[in-house]
C-alpha cells in the first residue's frame, strides 16, 4: 500500500492550522517562564493529529453523505477510489487514537482541563461532518475552525504548559481563530453551488456570496487590529505588531476573493489564506517571546 493517498486526504496544505496555535500559546507560555519543551512537542503533534484525523473523517462523511460527487476542489481519496471507505475509517480511528495517546501525557502535566479540552477537540474533529447533526453541514463549520483551532488550542496549549488560564492567551487566540476560520470560509464558498445541491447548508451556503466575501474582509480585519491592541495596551511588547508585515498579502487575498468566480480561482486562494495563517502566526509568535 503506497502513502500517497494518505497524504493526500492529510491535506499537507491545512495542516499550518494545526501549527498556528501552539505556536502562539507556547510563546506566551515562554514570556510568562513556563514554557517547557516536551509540553511543545506534545502538544504540536496532538494538535496535527487531530488536524489530519478531521481531515480523514471529512474525506469520509462526505463521501458516505454524497457531498463529493461534483467536487470542485483538491482529490478527495474516498471519493476518487484511492481509498476505500473502510481503511479510512479505520485510518481515521489510529490518528485520533495516537492523538488521545499524547494527549494522556498532556493530561498528566495539565490534569482534568487539557483531558476536556482534548476530548471536545476530538468529538468536534468527527462531528464536523458525522452524525446526524454534522457541524459543517449546519452552517458550524466556521464557527468550529474558530473555536477549536483557533481559542482552544491557543488557550489550551498556554494551559498545558503554565497550568493557568492567560489572559494574553485568550486575546491572542482570537486573531488565530480569525485567520484559520478564513480558510473554511473560502473552501465554502467555492462550493457554494455543489454544497446547496447536496443539502449541506453551510454557512456560504446560508448568507451567499456577498456576504461570505465580506465575512472574509471582516475576519482578516480583526486579525490585523489585535495586535497593535494588545502592544498599545501594553499587554503585550511592541514586536507583538509584527504580523502587520504580511498585511500585503492579506489585501492581495481579499481583492482577488472579491474577484474569483470560478471554482478553479479559489484553489489557490485558499492555499494563500492558509500560507497567510502560517506567516502571521509565525510573527505573532516571534512578537509575543519578549
Not at 493526500?8 to 495542516?15: E, K, N, Q, S, V
Not at 482534548?118 to 458525522?130: D, P, V
Not at 498556554?158 to 473552501?187: E, F, K, W, Y
Amino acid at each position: 500500500m503506497t502513502l500517497r493517498p494518505w497524504i493526500i486526504a492529510a491535506r499537507p496544505r491545512t495542516l499550518p492550522a494545526a501549527v498556528v496555535p501552539v505556536l502562539v500559546g507556547s510563546a506566551i507560555a515562554w514570556r510568562q517562564g513556563g514554557f517547557q519543551l516536551p509540553v511543545f512537542i506534545a502538544a504540536l503533534a496532538a494538535s496535527v493529529l487531530i488536524q489530519i484525523g478531521t481531515n480523514y473523517a471529512n474525506d469520509l462523511f462526505d463521501y458516505l453523505k454524497g457531498t463529493d460527487k461534483d467536487r470542485q476542489g483538491p482529490t478527495r481519496v474516498t471519493q476518487s477510489g484511492l481509498l476505500s471507505p473502510r481503511a479510512v475509517a479505520t485510518g481515521t480511528a489510529i490518528v485520533f487514537g495516537l492523538a488521545a495517546l499524547i494527549g494522556f501525557y498532556l493530561v498528566t502535566i495539565g490534569g482534568l482541563p487539557i483531558l476536556i479540552i482534548g476530548l471536545l477537540s476530538i468529538l468536534a474533529g468527527i462531528g464536523y461532518t458525522a452524525g446526524p447533526y454534522p457541524l459543517a453541514y449546519i452552517g458550524l463549520g466556521d464557527a468550529f475552525a474558530f473555536l477549536f483551532f483557533g481559542v482552544v488550542a491557543t488557550v489550551g496549549t498556554t494551559l498545558a504548559h503554565t497550568g493557568r488560564l492567560d489572559p494574553l492567551s485568550i486575546a491572542a487566540s482570537v486573531p488565530v481563530g480569525c485567520l484559520v476560520m478564513n480558510i473554511i470560509t473560502v473552501n465554502n464558498l467555492r462550493d457554494i453551488p455543489t454544497d446547496r445541491i447536496a443539502g449541506k447548508h453551510t454557512l456560504a451556503v446560508r448568507i451567499g456570496e456577498q456576504a461570505t466575501r465580506a465575512q472574509f474582509g471582516i475576519s482578516t480585519a480583526l486579525a490585523y487590529a489585535i495586535p497593535p491592541a494588545l502592544a498599545l495596551a501594553r499587554v503585550a511588547g511592541p514586536l507583538a505588531i509584527l504580523p502587520v508585515l504580511t498585511l500585503p498579502l492579506a489585501w492581495k487575498l481579499i481583492r482577488d476573493l472579491w474577484s474569483a468566480r470560478e471554482a478553479r480561482q479559489f484553489n489557490p486562494i485558499l492555499g494563500r489564506s492558509a500560507q497567510l495563517h502560517l506567516w502571521f502566526g509565525a510573527l505573532f509568535a516571534i512578537g509575543l517571546l519578549p
